[in-house]
């Protein structure tokens, strides 16, 4: 998730659903089975950093050593809520399911209130009754996802594992990384880097190779976000030199300049000639000029 990298936590609304009217337990898919949903709730459930957790409340609601959580579109949580945002992820809760599930889940304790199981059957007949709305999205995922099952044509679409990522070295993961980029495999390239950022994040080569994957993919958010980080944890004259050519690729010229003029005046106090001539290059390579920019 290098998108909230810099955050404590990532609180994910619920898209809660109803019982779709099933009195016994259906067989198949859950996604298939019930596909009517409640609607979203500011609610939320929380992926975090075990080591800045500090307190847990509840599975909604961590107190953090240090930072914040935030929703997807990075807007504060307070507490256990956030503001709704769930075009890039939400989570799927199937509160009821039938009646048969739900009457063996009033026989256990809940995982928030432990032997004090604040649900009622009044709860599942007011879902039962209460407006929903056909959950499209998800079911064109399982009906494909069930399609390739039984038609036997499900595989696994990249041949790599997060237990793979975690026993490479950094010279094997930077020379595979490579190769996948240059055979325009940009998919499989992101999901290498995503795999192995925490790993690797502290080799600004790694980074660089993260960066320019997100560029060919014209994902300039995702490029600002691995930019950031890396110019917040290790600023070099490499990670300008990206934040230079980031600049350029949203045509923030303004921004460009100064950061150009700031990499020239520091190669010639360095006396870094090396550096001037990779300024020089992505500068040509776009067209920059300071003369287009006065």
Avoid at 34 to 61: A, N, R, W
Avoid at 119 to 137: C, I, L, M, P
Avoid at 228 to 256: R, V
């Amino acid at each position: 998730m290098v998108d909230y990298e810099e955050y404590s936590g990532l609180s994910i609304q619920w898209d809660v659903f109803s019982s779709s009217g099933h009195i016994s337990r259906p067989s198949g898919f859950v996604t298939l089975n019930y596909q009517q949903s409640l609607g979203y709730k500011t609610i939320s459930k929380c992926i975090v950093k075990p080591e800045l957790v500090d307190m847990t409340f509840t599975s909604h609601h961590f107190i953090f050593k240090e930072g914040i959580s935030v929703n997807p579109d990075e807007e504060p949580a307070i507490g256990a809520y956030a503001p709704i945002a769930v075009d890039k992820i939400c989570l799927n809760h199937y509160m009821y399911r039938s009646q048969e599930d739900f009457a063996e889940k009033l026989n256990k304790s809940d995982a928030t209130y432990g032997e004090k199981n604040p649900r009622s059957w009044a709860g599942f007949y007011n879902q039962a009754k209460s407006h929903t709305v056909q959950h499209e999205d998800i079911v064109k995922v399982a009906q494909s996802v069930l399609h390739n099952m039984q038609s036997q044509k499900y595989e696994q679409k990249y041949d790599v594992r997060l237990s793979d990522a975690q026993i490479y070295d950094i010279d094997k993961i930077l020379i595979y990384l490579a190769k996948i980029i240059n055979s325009k495999n940009l998919g499989l390239a992101e999901v290498v880097f995503a795999l192995c950022f925490k790993k690797f994040s502290d080799n600004e080569d790694f980074l660089n190779l993260g960066f320019q994957i997100a560029l060919h993919q014209k994902k300039y958010d995702r490029a600002k976000k691995i930019i950031d980080f890396w110019m917040k944890h290790h600023p070099s004259k490499e990670a300008y030199l990206s934040y230079f050519t980031y600049l350029l690729c949203i045509n923030d010229m303004d921004n460009a300049k100064k950061i150009y003029e700031f990499i020239s005046e520091s190669s010639v106090h360095l006396e870094d000639a090396s550096l001037r001539s990779k300024l020089k290059q992505i500068a040509d390579r776009h067209g920059f000029s300071l003369s287009a920019c006065s």
